[in-house]
């Protein structure tokens, strides 16, 4: 009797076959996880390179997946558990394989402390992954929740990693010299031992002896004329799509977005060819001209949807007071709308900053290059890479600070209009 | 016709005069343009003759007159700056200064007060002589410093036809385009780019929407990270992905090295074909395009991730909770409830990303120039009128993806099922 008890609860207190497994797999994957991005980010960001032994990574997954587990079975406050386990996994790792977790040459700080935040690391990644799971009798939906857990996993790391790396590889790149960067490509880490002159030397050439400064000024030219440019036809645009009542009204309001679809290559070959004759190609009021038609379309298709969301009740009292049109468009409708005024303007501006073609194919003349134009310059065997990379930064970064700024704004005018890109 | 009473007439009027600045920079910088394009692809233009042809004359004095009776000659070096087009109607109108009588000026010139108005007619192609003129000092050449020892002022005018507005229509354009043994592989590389790119973007996008529709930590930074990729400049980042994947130091080599999974570098943006062997299976598979794809699926899933995730905010939690009373696990409802809730926004958003990356010139430009089989319709439209200075035949281009374009667009609508 007691004993068929004692086998009863042993039975409920031990997993099944499939709950082993289940522990097994998400240790193995969370701590893949870990030692991969620790691995990767140690060898971009330090001159050492690490190499992970793929059998060692396995064992020690399959380890951590199973101590975790049973730790989660029989006790109640595990996580301190599960770091006491994570550090005694590490200590194995370290004696058995000579001290070097992730390869580096000898056995040094470098490498416990490597070690020491590996391990517990990986074991909290797995604990967390088993939340609210029964181990000991995984239910039928449970395989599936895990799965997610683990893709949901790799998908933050994935998309985190593909959207970070490029442009920190921008900034760090920017910051070293050729041999510096050819001594050791996989290494990115920023290093200020040769003194802020040398680290910053790639800036203030292409500031100075490549003009960037005045393309950054051509540049904000560009773009805050093109907003004004913009945004005054496609105000008065949308005000009378939305407001007023006239022949057409409907077919004018469906075709604005359809105009926004023309090719922008099908206008190149003829505007460089009117341009030309008229003398207009090389010319800034040119260039602006291109940018602002480019930019209307979306521009007054955004504003009219803000506007249909505007009372009338209060133009019309403005109205009915004596304003004329011009007054109510100016005293109630834009102050209304400055949330939908700042997207509309942000977006412009980006289009603007941003645009290559237009300014790649117009502007010969070097003192009126915008800094897309100027980049072009810097793409040769000549410039050192770092200089290019240098330009990138220069022109990425004020759009990005704008960005951040605004990121609210930004957002709801990328959903509303669809910015074309 | 409705009739108008007055005040509707005139708001109409009103909106009329409101709509006309955007209407017009819209009209001149985009219809007028796409009619121009193609005007232009019926027309024998190169890139040279967009300039239109001038008449270009040198002066030189060849002899000073050293006292009253002796001669001035001048020698003017005329040509015609287009070696294929005649000028019409050239007129020459030289600035005599006092006491200088023309002797022997040779052509049909005449005397108008102190001009000499000289007419030369028609200047053929290529036109390129030496005029001599004659002039006798009188004794008030000499008194009057002002005119000695310098040349003389002129202007000179001629009437060019203009290659854009002519009358001359051909068809060759289009027949050196469509026989050209590079356009039905440069069509087939933008139908594969432009479905690998619009795809690609719209299932990391759907992926990326999925991670961030739930609540947690750093939700909102992450949201703003997801959009760099968007919002950054085109050629900052095209350069720089060319930059990374370099063969010889590219970062991206050296780590798959140093990681095992590659033994030999690869030159990403250059190599046409790489062979993949996959359990005993030899895949061939398009390097150059791949990698360019990859780029555009990266740049452009914020713009799908941002649509998607706005429609899966918005679907009614209720939806949810029924399918898990009813026991649906998460590929259940995602299957069953999300992508049906979706449908609409991923058919929105393929149509506008296949648009825009069928059309879409500067990644591929800045990435491969075109090269390694990812040469795309827009770069064979820049190739030929900017790259082969044949202007007529990138406006043939052109419109040949404009009639592409148009094509799938009608096919899309007809098969596409209802839409709201």
Known sequence: MANSVSKALIRRRFPSFFGIMVMCIVGLFSTIVVIYILAFLISILSPTEARVSIGAVFLAGVFIGFSVGFLKIYSHNSL?????????????????????????????????????????????VTWKALKDINILRPERGHGELLFIRILRGFGMVFFVLIVLFPFYFMLSSSLKSRAEYLQDPTNLSISIARGLNQLF??????LNRFHFARYIFNSTFVAIATVVLTLIPAILGAYAVTRLYFPGRKLLSSSILLIYMFPTIVLVIPLYSVFSQLGLRDTLPGLLIVYAAMTIPVALYMLRSYFQTLPRDIEEQGLIDGCNRGEVIWRITLPLSG???????????????????????FLDTPEIFTLSRGMVTL????????????GAVIITVPIMVLFFWFEKYLVSGLTSGGVKG | MRRYSGMAAREARLALWMLIPAFLIVFAIIL?????????????????????????????VVKQPEQPGDELIIRYRARNTSQNVALENVVMTIIVPEGLKPVDVGYDCSFRGSRLVCNFGRWKGGFNKTLEMRFEAEQSYFSENSGKGKVLGFTIDASAPNVLTNLKFTLKNYGFVLSGREFWPTLGATVVYTFGGTIGSIILGLFAAQLLNAKFLGKGILRGLFLF????????VAFTWSFFLDPFSGTVNALLKQFGLMERSISFLSERSFNIDLFGLEINLPLALSTVIAFESWRYFPFAFLFILARLQAIPSQLYESAEVDGAGAFRKFWNITIPQLMTVLTTLFLLRFMWTFNKFDDVFLLTGGAAGTKTLPISVYDNAFGRADIGAGAATAVLLFLFLAVFLILYFHYSPEEQ
């Not at chain 1, 386990?85 to 992730?102: A, E, H, K, Q």
């Not at chain 1, 490498?111 to 909290?124: D, E, K, Y």
């Not at chain 1, 030397?201 to 292409?206: A, F, K, M, R, W």
């Open chain 1, 80 to 124: 301190l558990i599960g770091i006491v386990t994570g550090f005694s996994v590490g200590l194995i790792w370290l004696v058995v394989y000579n001290f070097r977790p992730f390869g580096f040459p000898e056995p040094e700080s470098r490498n416990i402390i490597a070690g020491i935040i590996t391990f517990p690391l990986s074991c909290l």
């Open chain 1, 201 to 206: 030397v790639g800036y203030t050439e292409v």
């Open chain 1, 339 to 361: 949330p939908a005024l700042a997207t509309v303007a942000l977006y412009v501006f980006m289009i603007a900053w941003n645009e290559f073609l237009f300014a790649f194919m």
């Open chain 1, 379 to 390: 793409n040769s065997q000549e410039v050192p890479r770092q200089y290019l990379m240098a």
């Open chain 2, 32 to 60: 007028f343009p796409v009619f121009t394009n193609f005007w232009i692809s019926f027309k024998s233009v190169k890139l040279g003759e967009l300039r239109p042809p001038s008449p270009v004359v040198r002066e030189q």
């Open chain 2, 229 to 236: 990729p968007y919002v950054a400049p085109v050629i900052a």
